[in-house]
């Protein structure tokens, strides 16, 4: 119990003294180490302790195995679940989610399909899985067999579902699983009522989505970043940015997600001071350095026309970048006609090992190279140095 208190608290220092200290460690004494080290952002630490454990059990296994997917090691997760010398339900359950979660789809879907048994947790986890990826036929499909054989849908389930339909805006099918989630009464559950905002906002009945949050007995950050963000695809940014104060209103903290979303709408309405305002909130909120903040702000200074402090936010973001980042910068880059800046952050994509380079940063560069090949009276020679280049070949650009 102290050790799990500790690793709560993010003190995985104090964690690992306490354990280390105990006179003897059984089984649950490792797992909690385990889990904490996990837990703290500590893979080397844990699979350390795991390969020194004097006995494992299923848990053990089970959390490893979780721990390496949530952080990436898919080949590492793959191997340990292969050596399990026994597996329980909890165990195929985690494979398949760490595949799921990790772009694996397919995989995912062979090893769902050669699972002894299966429950709701299962299915559910299919089902997420493959309307995540943009399968989201084939999810609406799954959940269909799941009800056939008998399986008892979870809220989560539902949750799942609904999500799967807002990708492919399936109206007919989203009002019947309303009326469902309604009849059985989960239609008060906060997960399946943020996805019924989402799933009405994909299908561009946005008052529908505030009926819903309307109707709920209480909001939480959850359903008030749905709706922000359901005002926003429709458009609808001044709403959108009249909900996010509401809800700093009635004293409901907004998360990283909240923010971004609200950001956006700031960029889509040019509204810059907004935008700044917001800015101070995520300061004091200690929210400035999340990537998906980080990511909104950057867009929406450089849309409002202040380059330079995007690429101040840009130099002192302290986690690391993503695709989304860069491509901002170098849109950001384009519509400013900056050559030299656009060379630089595409040359530092490029020479980033965490980022996959994609299709929509080569675009956002034959976008800056034209530009400026056209602001240079249409001689090419930008086009042509770019080509030649170390950055990137013209087969990267065709």
Same mark, same amino acid.
């Given at each position: 119990?102290?050790?799990?208190?500790?690793?709560?608290?993010?003190?995985?220092?104090?964690?690992?003294?306490? #354990?280390?200290?105990?006179?003897?460690?059984?089984?649950?004494?490792?797992?909690?180490?385990?889990?904490?080290?996990?837990?703290?952002?500590?893979?080397?630490?844990?699979?350390?302790?795991?390969?020194?454990?004097?006995?494992?059990?299923?848990?053990?296994?089970?959390?490893?195995?979780?721990?390496?997917?949530?952080?990436?090691?898919?080949?590492?997760?793959?191997?340990? #679940?292969?050596?399990?010398?026994?597996?329980?339900?909890?165990?195929?359950?985690?494979?398949?989610?760490?595949?799921?979660?990790?772009?694996?789809?397919?995989?995912?879907?062979?090893?769902?399909?050669?699972?002894?048994?299966?429950?709701?947790?299962?299915?559910?986890?299919?089902?997420?899985?493959?309307?995540?990826?943009?399968?989201?036929?084939?999810?609406?499909?799954? #959940?269909?067999?799941?009800?056939?054989?008998?399986?008892?849908?979870?809220?989560?389930?539902?949750?799942?579902?609904?999500?799967?339909?807002?990708?492919?805006?399936?109206?007919?099918?989203?009002?019947?699983?309303?009326?469902?989630?309604?009849?059985?009464?989960?239609?008060?559950?906060?997960?399946?009522?943020?996805?019924?905002?989402?799933?009405?906002?994909?299908?561009?009945?946005?008052?529908?989505?505030?009926?819903?949050?309307?109707?709920?007995?209480?909001?939480?950050?959850?359903?008030?970043?749905?709706?922000?963000?359901?005002?926003?695809?429709?458009?609808?940014?001044?709403?959108?940015?009249?909900?996010?104060?509401?809800?700093?209103?009635?004293?409901?903290?907004?998360?990283?997600?909240?923010?971004?979303?609200?950001?956006?709408?700031?960029?889509?309405?040019?509204?810059?001071?907004?935008?700044?305002?917001?800015?101070?909130?995520?300061?004091?909120?200690?929210?400035?350095?999340?990537?998906?903040?980080?990511?909104?702000?950057?867009?929406?200074?450089?849309?409002?026309?202040?380059?330079?402090?995007?690429?101040?936010?840009?130099?002192?973001?302290?986690?690391?970048?993503?695709?989304?980042?860069?491509?901002?910068?170098?849109?950001?880059?384009?519509?400013?006609?900056?050559?030299?800046?656009?060379?630089?952050?595409?040359?530092?994509?490029?020479?980033?090992?965490?980022?996959?380079?994609?299709?929509?940063?080569?675009?956002?560069?034959?976008?800056?190279?034209?530009?400026?090949?056209?602001?240079?009276?249409?001689?090419?020679?930008?086009?042509?140095?770019?080509?030649?280049?170390?950055?990137?070949?013209?087969?990267?650009?065709?």
């Amino acid at each position: 119990m102290l050790i799990t208190s500790y690793y709560q608290k993010g003190e995985i220092n104090e964690a690992l003294r306490v #354990f280390n200290d105990m006179p003897v460690k059984d089984i649950v004494s490792w797992n909690s180490m385990i889990k904490g080290c996990l837990s703290c952002g500590d893979l080397d630490m844990a699979r350390k302790l795991f390969d020194e454990m004097p006995g494992r059990n299923v848990v053990s296994w089970t959390t490893i195995v979780d721990g390496c997917a949530q952080f990436g090691e898919v080949e590492m997760a793959e191997e340990l #679940f292969g050596k399990m010398p026994w597996r329980d339900i909890a165990a195929w359950n985690s494979m398949v989610f760490g595949y799921c979660s990790n772009g694996r789809i397919e995989d995912g879907f062979e090893l769902f399909k050669r699972m002894p048994r299966r429950d709701d947790i299962s299915w559910t986890t299919m089902i997420g899985g493959l309307g995540q990826c943009g399968r989201s036929e084939e999810a609406l499909f799954l #959940f269909q067999e799941m009800c056939v054989l008998g399986v008892k849908p979870t809220p989560s389930t539902y949750s799942s579902v609904l999500t799967a339909c807002a990708n492919i805006s399936a109206l007919c099918c989203g009002v019947q699983l309303h009326a469902l989630v309604v009849k059985i009464g989960y239609v008060f559950d906060t997960f399946i009522s943020a996805s019924l905002i989402t799933f009405y906002a994909h299908c561009t009945l946005v008052d529908n989505s505030l009926k819903v949050f309307e109707d709920n007995l209480v909001a939480n950050v959850v359903m008030w970043t749905a709706l922000i963000t359901g005002y926003g695809l429709n458009s609808k940014h001044e709403e959108a940015l009249e909900v996010f104060y509401g809800m700093i209103m009635s004293g409901t903290m907004p998360n990283q997600f909240t923010f971004a979303s609200a950001l956006k709408s700031c960029s889509e309405l040019d509204a810059l001071d907004r935008g700044k305002g917001l800015h101070t909130r995520t300061i004091k909120l200690g929210l400035d350095v999340d990537v998906f903040v980080g990511n909104s702000l950057i867009v929406m200074y450089t849309e409002c026309g202040c380059v330079g402090d995007g690429i101040t936010i840009f130099n002192n973001m302290k986690v690391p970048p993503d695709e989304i980042t860069y491509v901002g910068l170098l849109t950001a880059c384009s519509h400013c006609r900056m050559l030299d800046k656009g060379k630089y952050f595409f040359e530092k994509l490029n020479w980033d090992p965490s980022v996959e380079v994609k299709l929509e940063h080569y675009a956002c560069m034959v976008d800056i190279l034209g530009a400026i090949w056209k602001v240079g009276g249409g001689r090419g020679v930008y086009l042509e140095d770019a080509c030649e280049s170390r950055i990137y070949s013209v087969d990267s650009i065709t």
